[in-house]
């Protein structure tokens, strides 16, 4: 099982509509989980992280985290064309707990 | 603001020649991360330091070394380079370990030909 694993999609969504981006993880003993936003060609971005189970909200975009079912997902409401990107999902690796190991990332198109 | 700092950031080798991609950061991070992502891919953990004078092996280290004299600089070498090395390599940096998020660079994209 991979450590952390994301589908590569492409995730196709219209303009406007609500992207849903998914994550799983098999250390159950995670604590911090972030996603990063990459677009082709240029370094992944910090746009999300979160420490506790529940929501969190940052303008257009809501962390979402359960420890119980081992999963984080990001979604992104009013979706943008400029939004289409790869989102990489990253969580606590097997470095004891010294780096992250990130997802293989899910492609989102926004289609105007 | 210059953050995390990769050069060269493009470069051609030959197969069996050396280089060294440098990395520096400006922000005092004890932890500091190579990555390398081949085309579709996600990020595989080359190498990583967490402070001066340590360094530690991540996923796929074959074929690479690193030093880290300095908190500020950490640049990985490259010995006999293979096509197997073709990559984007990427260079991060964190204040501190998988609790905390990481900063990157440009990316380096080399070729070995």
């Known amino acids: 099982q991979k450590e952390v694993e994301q589908n590569s999609g492409p995730l196709s969504v219209p303009e406007g509509a609500i992207a849903s981006l998914n994550c799983t993880y098999s250390d159950r003993g995670s604590q911090s989980f972030f996603w990063y936003r990459q677009y082709s060609g240029k370094s992944p971005e910090l746009i999300m992280f979160i420490y506790s189970n529940g929501d969190k909200e940052d303008g257009r975009f809501t962390a979402q985290l359960n420890k119980a079912s081992q999963y984080v997902s990001l979604l992104i409401r009013d979706s943008q064309p400029s939004d289409s990107a790869t989102y990489l999902c990253a969580a606590p690796g097997r470095t004891g707990r010294r780096a992250l190991t990130f997802g293989s990332g899910t492609r989102l198109q926004v289609q105007p | 603001n210059a953050g995390v700092t990769q050069t060269p950031k493009f470069r051609i080798l030959k197969i069996g020649q050396s280089m060294t991609l440098q990395c520096a950061q400006d922000?005092?991070?004890?932890?500091m991360y190579w990555y390398r992502q081949d085309p579709g891919m996600g990020l595989k953990l080359i190498y990583y330091?967490?402070?001066?004078?340590?360094?530690d092996k991540g996923e796929v280290p074959n074929g690479y070394n690193v030093s880290r004299s300095t908190t500020e600089d950490f640049p990985l070498r490259l010995e006999l380079a293979a096509p197997s090395q073709t990559s984007v390599y990427f260079c991060a940096s964190s204040s501190g370990g998988s609790n905390q998020p990481q900063h990157f660079g440009d990316g380096t994209r080399l070729s070995i030909l």
């Open positions: 330091s967490v402070g001066a004078g340590i360094t």
């Open positions: 922000m005092n991070h004890n932890y």
